[in-house]
């Protein structure tokens, strides 16, 4: 079993940044899936980013359109986290935003329903 616990989101202005954490617990995140989205109110969960294991021990990164080059997702393997970094953040940004992690590196990583974990959400408010 993993638990995935989101934090750092918040209030920001627009242009700001934020950076989103979310520790994993229970396995460790090799040869796995991790992944970012959001929900803003009325609107159903969207994909924005993902680390996906290759192999030869590599992990390529892939992004929304809506937020390439402003959103980075890292990882530090020694604290079993992913991150979230939020730069030039908008109004159209505001979202609870959820972490996500799946068994398989399977190139389907960008759909809702293909990930076995969820946290519980962070929300992130950018003012205008």
């Known amino acids: 079993q993993v638990q995935l616990a989101e934090s750092g989101g918040g209030l920001v202005q627009a242009g700001g940044s934020l950076r989103l954490s979310c520790a994993a617990s229970?396995?460790?995140?090799?040869?796995?899936?991790l992944a970012w989205f959001r929900q803003a109110p009325g609107k159903e969960r969207e994909f924005l980013a993902a680390?996906?294991?290759?192999?030869?021990?590599?992990?390529?990164?892939y992004y929304a359109d809506s937020v390439k080059g402003r959103f980075i997702i890292s990882r530090d393997n020694a604290k079993n986290t992913v991150y979230l970094q939020m730069n030039s953040l908008k109004p159209e940004d505001t979202a609870v935003y959820y972490c996500?992690?799946?068994?398989?590196?399977?190139?389907?990583?960008?759909?809702?329903?293909?990930?076995?974990?969820w946290g519980q959400g962070t929300q992130v408010t950018v003012s205008s």
């Open positions: 996500a992690a799946k068994i398989s590196s399977d190139s389907d990583f960008y759909q809702v329903g293909t990930y076995d974990y």
């Open positions: 229970g396995r460790a995140f090799s040869g796995n899936t």
């Open positions: 680390m996906r294991w290759r192999p030869g021990g590599v992990y390529y990164n």
